[in-house]
């Protein structure tokens, strides 16, 4: 979460809404631990990572449908036997348990 602190400052600044990712658990082989953390702004700028890119895209989209009222807080999760999963690249054999939430200032 430390590296992304200075990006979620700077965008607070300029006003933007953000939202964060965090790796909550997991299950069998997975690309980060729980507590790895991702920040996105309404802008669609991104600053950390919850998986080493191998979902990341998917997680973007998860975090802007949660700017864009679309979706509400709460844990999204991937699995090696989600379709979706496999589509955007988590062929570690595990599965990621992420919640996303809006920062409220």
Request: negative net charge.
């Amino acid at each position: 979460m430390d590296e992304i602190l200075d990006d979620i400052d700077r965008w607070r600044a300029a006003g933007q809404r953000v939202a964060v990712a965090r790796v909550v658990d997991i299950e069998g082989s997975g690309p980060r631990d729980p507590g790895a953390a991702m920040a996105v702004n309404q802008e669609g700028e991104v600053a950390g990572s919850v998986s080493g890119g191998c979902v990341e895209g998917a997680v973007v989209g998860e975090a802007l449908e949660l700017l864009g009222g679309r979706r509400g807080p709460g844990i999204t999760t991937f699995g090696y036997s989600d379709d979706e999963a496999f589509a955007v690249g988590l062929t570690c054999g595990g599965t990621i348990h992420l919640f996303v939430e809006e920062l409220d200032w």
